[in-house]
């Protein structure tokens, strides 16, 4: 689940912040947690692919109680 204050932190000082200090060939993506979670989501997976998109990473839903999803995130 992406909540909706870190999903705006994200958009409005992470994602500079880390183009600013991370190294170049830094892997980045979008993650959004407790996928497991359905009925609490707090943003759209549109807004999330959105700005996924926008900043040409990948986006990632995973469950760290379900291991869903863990294995595809790591192995990229």
Request: hydrophobic share 45%; no cysteine; net charge positive.
């Amino acid at each position: 689940m992406l909540q909706k204050v870190a999903f705006e932190e994200l958009k409005n000082y992470w994602i500079e912040e880390v183009k600013r200090s991370a190294p170049p060939k830094i892997k980045l993506f979008v993650v959004g947690n407790e996928v497991d979670l359905v009925n609490k989501i707090e943003v759209p997976f549109e807004e999330a692919k959105k700005l996924a998109n926008q900043i040409g990473v990948k986006l990632f839903y995973v469950s760290a109680k379900t291991n869903q999803g863990i294995n595809e995130l790591l192995m990229r």
